[in-house]
T-cell receptor
């Protein structure tokens, strides 16, 4: 079946890099997403990666995909207080419009 | 600018009452989705629609219904509200092209007493 798993919490010091990890089970996933949810708000798409890519970089964000191990990670360089949020990993198969979400990782920043 | 809105943003109701949550999008997207968000469960899919008059059950559809009479709206109805349906509800929409990113509304916080 389809399942996406993430750790629930991550705490990092301001200025350090944050790495949020995710594993998924559907080997036929075509798109993998990272969403950000700030307090009291809906989810916003941060970035996505096609399953035929290994890495995608966008400013302070780096997504790494290990398709063999079904492992996805999001690295946030120079983490700032504004990065405090819940980060959701998600996957979608090309034949479906449904997206399967993980339970979210709450990132907290300490001074 | 195109957007997706939800109303009300907050709702308190009593057990057994019928409640309808509205979702409206102006992107002309074919696909619309309803999720509920609870601690420890992330986002769980309630119902979804791929177009007018199309509706499908998600993983937690019991006690909920939807109807799609036009492209812009997908109202979610709780037929007889239960305390277990206290949650934050998110509506989302997506198109049929490319990465098919889902765009989320701001959420409705529902409390069933």
């Amino acid at each position: 079946g389809e399942d996406v798993e993430q750790s629930l919490f991550l705490s990092v010091r301001e200025g350090d890099s944050s790495v949020i990890n995710c594993t998924y089970t559907d080997s036929s996933s075509t798109y993998l997403y990272w969403y950000k949810q700030e307090p009291g708000a809906g989810l916003q798409l941060l970035t996505y990666i096609f399953s035929n890519m290994d890495m995608k970089q966008d400013q302070r964000l780096t997504v790494l995909l290990n398709k063999k191990d079904k492992h996805l990670s999001l690295r946030i360089a120079d983490t700032q207080t504004g990065d405090s949020a819940i980060y959701f990993c998600a996957e979608r198969h090309s034949s479906a419009s449904k997206i399967i979400f993980g339970s979210g990782t709450r990132l907290s920043i300490r001074p | 600018d195109a957007e997706i809105t939800q109303s009300p943003r907050h709702k308190i109701t009593e057990t057994g009452r019928q409640v309808t949550l509205a979702c409206h999008q102006t992107w002309n997207h074919n696909n619309m989705f309803w999720y509920r968000q609870d601690l420890g469960h992330g986002l769980r899919l309630i119902h979804y629609s791929y177009g007018v008059h199309d509706t499908n059950k998600g993983e937690v559809s019991d006690g909920y219904s939807v109807s799609r009479s036009n492209t812009e709206d997908l109202p979610l109805t709780l037929e007889s509200a239960a305390s277990s349906q206290t949650s934050v509800y998110f509506c989302a929409s997506s198109d049929d092209r490319g990465s098919e990113t889902q765009y989320f509304g701001p959420g409705t916080r529902l409390l069933v007493l």
